[in-house]
């Protein structure tokens, strides 16, 4: 199996070096050829993925933990690249190279045009292999190589129309706001090899509970619990990856890249890497009840502060953009709430409707000829009926609809979040409940926008509207599927069945799940015993505000933006955020290191020190210069004087 | 068979001679003297590859030793020899000379004999830098390797060349000074020049500090340090392409590797003593200059900022041994600090070559620094753009790049020491992406942004070549350190040995 475990990674890897290199310095490779080479390498890991997923479920394979080569030893530690593949590891390749390979057709026929078709698809290639050795790793080093190199795909293609300012801006913005998540996660990592002295999961999860009683001195007097500070530590770098408020603000923009890698970089998979992470990491953070109620109090922030920009974003990509904000908001408040399992579980579904939605957005945006305004669209139904139909999917998988995937996986988040009796519960409980009826009312907002209504778009747009090739309308149609049935199916096993097994740890006292279970009698009852919740009758209420407010009184909406205008303004700056950022943190950072250097450097180093010190040489030169008379008899008395100063200072020692 | 040979002598003399020869062919010969130069820089690091595969990982001593009287009548040897610390440098040193040979090749106009013949002979004296194990031909070494420097930036520099050659010049004199005092004074203890014997002298405390000191101001010029860092960015914005690289890949690492042969075996209490005070300035540089180098117009003075940046993770890693210590009972962390500071000056040697080359590429075209003029370059040099992020990815310290390799090893070593000192030195993810990659997005990417970007040329062959290598090192010691780490082991673990053993008791043993 090591070698079917390897060749997962490396397929894509050699797609992306034919791509690549091949279509860089041999331009007699066709266009054909470099799409080939990528969607052939991530086909492969497909299929090697499900025989991965078979083994470890079906087909009663143990969990496989080895090296594949030693990366590096110094100081005894061995440094290693190597894998991990459990059932957790199992669903994550899965639904990884699923989502990647329908991208993959998609955009052949989204990038037709592009003069850069064969470098977008080396990089996604690439951001596949990467994505792999992330979810792969079986220690901390690869964790942060395949961590960092995403965020590297990312930055590539956040900034691959390079010739836009936009573009170029969000691509750095990504990178930096994700580097600043980096910095607490290389902390996390330093933490645990100081403590454990290894960096391999086993090693650390064996000796984690050991370590629960040792503290660190943080600052002079205040002593930490270890765990707790390694827990929160690592948790920057999800809130970084996974885009969790206050590092969320890269998210938003990262939509300046091609619609396809939005699908599957910031939505699916590279945004969900924190989510995963802790999940992977629950023998850890289940040691620590401080570091959950944090993860607990920044997700429910996060799922409905970032769920309420969604209402007044106008660029259809961003309203999926914060949308996939919320939902990572609800993933966070899962894995607060101890429930990881239902954070992967919706991690999953999530990452089928939100990458189904994006590809729809992408197809609108494509037949309106990248027009991404939702005020210029409108009445695409008729137009686009494939698009159509697998965009009403997705966006009731995304609200909740009892029956879809997403109701599945939503629905536990709220009842574990209300099951939880940790620190912070309480307000997540009411976070998430709330944010299901900002989120039918932003999906239907949308949904409605763009497909019912009056027709908006100019002449020249709609006559020439059409749906979509087949390359883009069969991705939609295939993801369509896993978002409807895939919850239904997997519910039972995923969440009260153990199916994680090892993979995933809970302390008895904050199993939430296993409290929900007695109330779970088959995916089918439970779909009809919502219709009696509150969640059910809020998504409703959604829905039914978004058709009153955008399709029968267009006019509403003006009011209630002159009723509730410091909401509406604290809305539309983002709840000024970005302008912080920019003016305090970036133009801080500027003015400080324009001080350091006039002042530090130029000023007091080298004008008073180093050019001071000049000045002085020549100034006492000048004086010097006038004691060299040229007079034999002036040098003679210097020199008696000198010979009297140190005789008498010889003396002076010898006494 | 080839441990027999003086390999060492070889790498030293063989770039000398070369030198004397392209020297005596003159600039009438066409691009003749370029190939002589080209072939004896090829040869040296073709002799410095056995250095590499034959050495014996197992063991401490120095090896490859060549060993004859020179100056009988004051005991100095011709004493040659390396161990795992000198090795990499030396293979670093023969790999960018080439590079710079290359580099030079069509750029020079002026003079190309001369040009050539200053690196080949630089060359040689570097290599003897690092491999001489007697203090008097140390010193010859440290300070005849100035001359040729001194030489590049004063005739092939820019506009204000004397004042950055006389600063450089004066800067390094003055330290080298009182290093010769230092090592004159432990002639006299000791009774020999062998650096060697140095290692074992017993010193008081009031020696070892001042000794401590006078090392500090040589090395510390040379790294360089904050504060006497400011020599640095005027250097290398008016050195040409050539001079900048071998500044930044080889000199650098000069004073470096003064602190791990020098100061912290010889003065073992005055570096326990004053560690606060090495840790203080390599944190300060990395922070300090994190922060200017962000706002520099200048690419090369971006890039010589990033430098100091980068080789505080250097000094940091070598003087958290004595924290790790006595925090933790034990030296668990301390050879991981101090292999980390070494694959850091490895790296930093490729990083910063490729980015003053990536400069040099730009300048040969447009005849300027500043990143204002340029903007949008992807649009006309894809090839070179790729190169471009690639090495600046490095600089930024992605893993996979051996950028990140020795700022990982010393972030994670530091944290033993103090978890300050490892946050501190953490915020290079941050700034060093931020001045990096800012600079990247305003000359590489945008919208081509005036008539002189949109008449670039891509790379030549020759520029491929030069990149590629670059390229290749630095992927390679990213995803596969090992090799490279392997080598110092034993030689790490006994300095640190070194460098933990007080020499105070050993005084009180034998008065």
Redesign the interface.
């Known amino acids: 199996m090591r070698y079917v475990y390897l060749g997962i990674p490396l397929a894509p890897l050699a797609g992306a070096i034919v791509a690549g290199l091949f279509g ?1 310095f041999w331009p007699r490779l066709g266009r054909a050829a470099c799409h080939w080479a990528a969607i052939l390498g991530v086909a492969v890991a497909f299929a090697l993925s499900l025989v991965v997923l078979w083994e470890q479920t079906l087909g009663g394979g143990e969990p496989w933990n080895g090296a594949i ?9 061995r440094f290693e690249i190597g894998f991990l593949v459990d059932r957790l590891t199992a669903l994550m390749v899965t639904t990884v190279t699923f989502v990647s390979l329908m991208v993959h057709i998609y955009t052949i026929g989204y990038m037709h045009d592009d003069p850069g078709y064969r470098r977008f698809f080396a990089y996604i290639a690439l951001f596949t292999f990467s994505m792999l050795m992330l979810v792969m790793s079986n220690n901390f080093l690869q964790l ?2 395949g961590w ?2 995403v965020g ?1 795909v990312s ?2 293609l956040i ?1 691959f129309w ?2 836009r ?1 936009t573009a ?2 969000a691509n ?1 913005k990504a ?2 706001v994700n ?2 998540g ?2 607490g996660f ?2 996390g ?3 645990i ?2 403590y454990f ?1 290894s960096l391999d999961y086993a090693d650390v999860f064996t000796a984690a509970p050991m370590a629960r009683d040792l503290t ?1 001195e ?1 600052l002079p007097g205040l002593e930490w619990p270890v765990i707790t500070l390694i827990c929160l530590l690592l948790f920057v770098g999800a809130m970084g990856k996974s885009a969790q408020v206050p590092l969320h603000v890269w998210l938003p923009d990262s939509m300046e890249g091609p619609t396809p890698i939005s699908a599957l970089i910031h939505a699916a998979t590279m945004v969900t890497a924190g989510i995963f992470m802790v999940a992977r990491m629950s023998p850890l953070y289940e040691l620590s009840e401080t570091a959950l109620s944090v993860v607990l109090v920044i997700g429910a922030v996060t799922a409905f502060a970032t769920g309420l920009l969604g209402l007044v974003q106008h660029d259809i990509k961003r309203v999926i953009a914060y949308s996939t904000l919320s939902q990572l908001g609800y993933m966070t408040v899962a894995l607060g709430a101890s429930a990881y399992a239902a954070a992967i579980f919706h991690l999953m579904t999530h990452a089928f409707f939100k990458a189904l939605l994006f590809l729809a957005a992408g197809s609108v945006i494509i037949a309106l000829h990248h027009e991404q305004d939702m005020r210029k669209m409108g009445g695409l139904r008729r137009y686009m009926p494939v698009t159509y139909w697998t965009a009403l999917i997705g966006s009731l998988a995304l609200i909740g609809t009892p029956g879809f995937s997403g109701f599945y996986s939503k629905e536990h988040i709220i009842e574990a979040a209300h099951g939880a009796s940790r620190w912070g519960a309480e307000l997540a409980y009411w976070a998430v409940l709330a944010g299901v009826f900002v989120t039918a009312l932003y999906t239907f907002r949308m949904f409605f926008l763009v497909f019912h209504g009056r027709e908006r778009m100019d002449e020249h747009a709609r006559a020439h509207l059409r749906e979509s090739p087949k390359v883009v309308t069969v991705p939609l149609v295939l993801l369509a599927i896993p978002s409807v049935a895939v919850g239904a199916l997997t519910i039972e096993p995923l969440l009260f069945g153990g199916w994680f097994g090892e993979a995933i740890r809970v302390a008895p006292e904050h199993d939430v799940l296993a409290g929900l279970a007695a109330h779970f009698h088959g995916a089918w009852a439970y779909a009809l015993h919502a219709v009696r919740t509150p969640p059910f009758w809020l998504a409703a209420a959604g829905v039914l505000t978004a058709a009153v407010v955008y399709l029968w009184r267009p006019a509403l909406a003006g009011l209630a933006v002159r009723v509730a205008r410091p909401l509406y303004l604290a809305l539309v700056h983002k709840y000024w955020a970005d302008d912080f950022n920019e003016i305090v943190l970036a133009g801080g ?2 003015r ?3 001080l ?2 006039q002042v ?2 130029v000023l007091v ?2 004008g008073a ?2 050019n001071g010190t000049a000045r002085l040489v020549g100034m006492v030169a000048a004086v010097a210069r006038h004691v060299q008379t040229g007079y034999l008899y002036h040098y003679a008395f210097a020199m008696l004087i000198g010979l009297l100063a140190m005789t008498s200072w010889l003396l002076g020692l010898m006494r | 068979m080839l441990a027999d040979w003086p390999l060492l002598s070889l790498l030293i003399w063989t770039p000398i001679v070369g030198g004397v020869l392209v020297l005596l062919a003159g600039d009438r010969g066409g691009a003749g003297p370029k190939r002589i130069a080209l072939a004896f820089s090829l040869a040296t690091f073709a002799l410095s590859i056995p250095l590499f595969t034959e050495f014996d990982r197992g063991t401490a001593l120095m090896q490859f030793q060549e060993r004859v009287p020179w100056i009988a009548a004051f005991d100095i040897y011709y004493h040659l020899g390396v161990d795992g610390i000198s090795m990499p440098l030396i293979v670093l040193t023969t790999f960018a000379t080439v590079l710079v040979v290359l580099a030079g090749w069509e750029v020079i106009q002026r003079r190309p004999a001369q040009y050539m013949a200053a690196f080949l002979i630089m060359e040689g004296l570097m290599v003897g830098v690092f491999s001489a194990l007697d203090a008097a031909l140390f010193y010859v070494f440290w300070e005849g390797m100035l001359i040729p420097m001194f030489l590049v930036i004063g005739m092939w520099g820019g506009p204000r060349r004397v004042y950055a050659t006389i ?1 450089f010049f004066l800067y390094t004199f003055l330290g080298s000074v009182l290093m010769l005092v230092a090592l004159i004074y432990l002639y006299h203890k000791s009774g020999s020049f062998s650096i060697l014997d140095y290692h074992q002298v017993p010193l008081g405390m009031r020696e070892q500090l001042l000794i401590f000191l006078a090392f500090l101001v040589a090395f510390a010029v040379k790294v360089p340090m904050w ?1 006497v860092h ?1 020599w640095l960015p005027d250097a290398h914005v008016e050195a040409p392409t050539g001079g900048s690289v071998i500044l930044a890949a080889i000199m650098l690492k000069i004073g470096a590797y003064g602190f791990l042969r020098f100061s912290l075996p010889i003065t073992p209490d005055a570096s326990a003593a004053l560690d606060w005070l090495m840790i203080a300035l390599s944190l300060i540089a990395v922070v ?1 200059i994190g ?6 117009a200048d690419m090369k003075k971006l890039i010589a900022y990033s430098s100091i940046a980068h080789m505080g993770f250097v000094t940091l890693g070598f003087f958290i041994v004595y924290t790790i210590a006595e925090r933790n009972g034990g030296l ?5 600090g101090i ?2 500071a070494l694959v850091q000056m490895v790296s930093h040697g490729f990083v910063s070559a490729a980015l003053f080359l990536c400069v040099g590429v730009l300048y040969d075209r447009m005849h300027s620094r500043l990143i204002r003029d340029y903007g ?1 370059v ?2 006309t040099m ?2 070179f753009a ?1 190169f471009a ?1 690639l090495f600046a ?1 490095a600089n930024a310290g ?3 790049t051996s950028g ?2 020795g700022e ?2 010393v ?6 020491a103090n ?1 300050w000192f ?2 501190l030195a ?2 290079t ?2 700034l060093g ?2 001045y990096t ?2 600079m990247v ?1 305003r000359v ?4 081509v942004r005036n008539e002189q970007v949109a008449a670039l040329k891509d790379l030549d062959a020759r520029e491929y070549v030069v990149l590629g290598a670059l390229a290749l090192a630095v992927l390679a010691v990213g995803v ?3 090799p490279l ?2 080598v110092m ?1 034993a030689s790490v673990e006994n300095l640190v040995q070194q460098a933990t053993t007080s020499k105070l008791q050993m005084l009180a043993a034998h008065p």
Not at chain 1, 69 to 77: A, E, F, L, R
Not at chain 2, 291 to 296: C, E, I, N, R, S
């Open positions: 860089a080569y030693t990366w590096m030893v110094s100081d005894g530690i942060f190589f960092e190199a590297l930055y590539l900034g390079f010739k300012e170029i801006y750095l990178f930096l580097r600043v980096d910095f290389v902390l990592i330093a933490a090899l100081a002295h660190i943080v950072a500027r400080l290191g324009r350091l250097w530090g450097d180093i080298d020190m180093v | 600063k504060p400011t300090y922060f200017v180098a962000l706002v520099q668990q962390g301390a050879v991981l292999e980390g949008g992807a649009n894809p090839a790729a992020v990815m992605l893993p996979g990140f390799v990982f090893m972030i994670l070593a530091s944290f033993k978890p490892s946050f953490a915020t993810l941050i992406a931020a990659l800012w997005k590489i990417f945008g919208p596969w350190p090992d780490v392997e082991h």
